[in-house]
């Protein structure tokens, strides 16, 4: 079984400022860990994945994450929060046991203010 | 590269009828899945077929079914439509051996009244 919990359901920053979205995860397995953003009323896009190479996992648009086993957790963040990063964010997790189902989070609304 | 093509984009039904959304996947990608979001919410795992097969399966009834052609392009059919089953169907295509993540389409906004 796997889940992920995403502790933040809104985070506000100003734009230029440092971003940091939460995620803790749980699975049966050696997970692969995902971020996706979703854009109003589009589809989801990848930001990143971690499949158990580097811990720290380098994405799109200046986004990065940390993979910590011991933390259980996946954080993402950016140095300097630009106005068109305004979306909600997901965490997701795969476990790699022969399926790649993901297991998403509920969410991120990241609200970026000039 | 078209990536993941769903169709339609949008769609209204009427409760107790029956849908069938398309989605043909991401060049090379031999896996389709499909989730559910409803608004405000996380999508959730519907089904995922490979090799013409329902692979794995959600916590959805057996109103939701699918198809998978030889092509590797799928099709979500819902029966018996409810109310609740208005949301945003998210089609992910990926490779069989997993782990890559999977590309998403735009989705179809399904709205039932």
């Known amino acids: 079984a796997q889940s992920v919990t995403q502790l933040d359901s809104h985070v506000s920053v100003s734009e230029g400022t440092p971003v940091l979205l939460r995620c803790n995860y749980s699975?049966?397995?050696?997970?692969?860990l995902f971020w996706y953003v979703q854009h109003p009323n589009k589809g989801l896009q990848l930001l990143l994945k971690?499949?158990?190479?580097?811990?720290l996992v380098k994405g799109i648009n200046g986004f990065e994450a940390e993979f910590k086993k011991s933390e259980t957790s996946f954080h993402l963040t950016k140095p300097s929060a630009h106005m068109s990063d305004a979306a909600e964010y997901f965490c997701?997790?795969?476990?790699?046991?022969?399926?790649?189902?993901?297991?998403f989070g509920k969410g991120t609304m990241l609200l970026v203010s000039p | 590269d078209a990536g993941v093509t769903q169709s339609p984009t949008h769609l209204i039904k009427t409760r107790g009828q029956q849908v069938t959304l398309r989605c043909s996947p991401k060049?090379?990608?031999?896996?389709v899945s499909w989730y559910q979001q409803a608004l405000g919410q996380g999508p959730q795992f519907i089904f995922q077929?490979?090799?013409?097969?329902?692979?794995q399966r959600g916590n959805f009834p057996d109103r939701f079914s699918g198809h998978q052609f030889p092509n590797y392009s799928s099709e979500l059919n819902v029966n018996a439509l409810l109310l609740g089953d208005s949301a945003l169907y998210l089609c992910?295509?990926?490779?069989?051996?997993?782990?890559?993540?999977?590309?998403f389409g735009q989705g179809t906004r399904l709205t039932v009244v």
């Open positions: 699975s049966s397995y050696s997970p692969s």
């Open positions: 971690y499949t158990s190479a580097a811990t």
């Open positions: 077929y490979y090799e013409e097969e329902e692979r």
């Open positions: 992910a295509s990926s490779l069989v051996t997993g782990g890559s993540g999977a590309f």
């Open positions: 997701v997790v795969s476990s790699n046991s022969g399926y790649s189902t993901l297991t």
């Open positions: 060049s090379g990608h031999d896996t």
